[in-house]
């Protein structure tokens, strides 16, 4: 079953912006947090950036300064990417997570790729 989709990759030039959606109606649980991860070709997946329920946001390193975690609506939040890297170029996860009942719900994901 569905319960995340991502959308929004795509290609393009180092030094561009691109935004990410996930949309995550069929989730009817209370969610304790989402994030944004990310997987290069090779690589083991990466925490990007998480949102709260309070709306607390969390950058990694990598992108702080560039990249932004926001809420569109109750059930949508973004990931704005800008001055994008090649070392950017990654399959893009949505997680969302709770708490009594324990659940970790993820996306299938949206490819991204940096290039000139």
């Known amino acids: 079953q569905v319960y995340l989709e991502e959308s929004g990759g795509g290609l393009l030039q180092p030094g561009g912006s691109l935004r990410l959606s996930c949309a995550f109606p069929?989730?009817?649980?209370?969610?304790?947090?989402l994030g944004w991860y990310r997987q290069a070709p090779g690589k083991e997946r990466e925490l990007v950036g998480t949102?709260?329920?309070?709306?607390?946001t969390n950058l990694s390193d990598s992108v702080k300064g560039r990249f932004t975690v926001s809420r569109a609506s109750a059930k949508v939040i973004y990931l704005q990417m800008n001055d994008l890297k090649p070392d950017d170029t990654a399959v893009y996860f949505c997680?969302?997570?709770?708490?009594?009942?324990?659940?970790?719900?993820w996306g299938q994901g949206t490819q991204v790729t940096v290039s000139s």
């Open positions: 949102i709260s329920r309070s709306g607390t």
């Open positions: 997680n969302a997570w709770g708490r009594d009942p324990d659940f970790d719900y």
């Open positions: 069929w989730i009817s649980l209370p969610i304790w947090g």
